[in-house]
């Protein structure tokens, strides 16, 4: 265990012991599990009506994008076709980790070589 994990397995039992988590207005409630309640309110509604038509955020049919290039991939007979689909996959996943602006150790990884087994 790290020391962050740790630290935080320590702060987490001295508030066990102490019933900060007996003594919570919440307690005995259910939670609201709505994914919804992570949007600012001022941005629900417009949300909720672009859910409701159908639109995904770019990043999800980018995600999409890459799974179906990478089921062909695995499909592809040809080291020409592998190749081309490789190029394609990994300049998705460039797009999408750009897009989201991870840090280099949790980026979407890309697909090694040039496609040729």
């Not at 988590?21 to 919440?26: A, C, K």
Request: aromatic share 6%; proline share 9%.
């Amino acid at each position: 265990m790290d020391a962050w994990a740790w630290i935080a397995e320590q702060r987490i039992a001295e508030a066990m012991e102490e019933g900060l988590f007996e003594r919570n207005e919440l307690t005995g409630r259910p939670l609201d599990l709505d994914p919804a309640m992570a949007v600012p309110p001022e941005q629900r509604l417009a949300f909720k009506v672009l859910q409701n038509a159908g639109f995904v955020p770019p990043e999800v049919e980018l995600r999409r994008e890459i799974e179906r290039l990478r089921e062909r991939l695995a499909a592809a007979s040809t080291p020409v076709e592998r190749a081309l689909l490789t190029r394609q996959v990994n300049d998705r996943v460039l797009r999408l980790n750009v897009m989201e602006r991870r840090p280099a150790f949790v980026e979407v990884p890309q697909v090694p070589g040039d496609g040729s087994r």
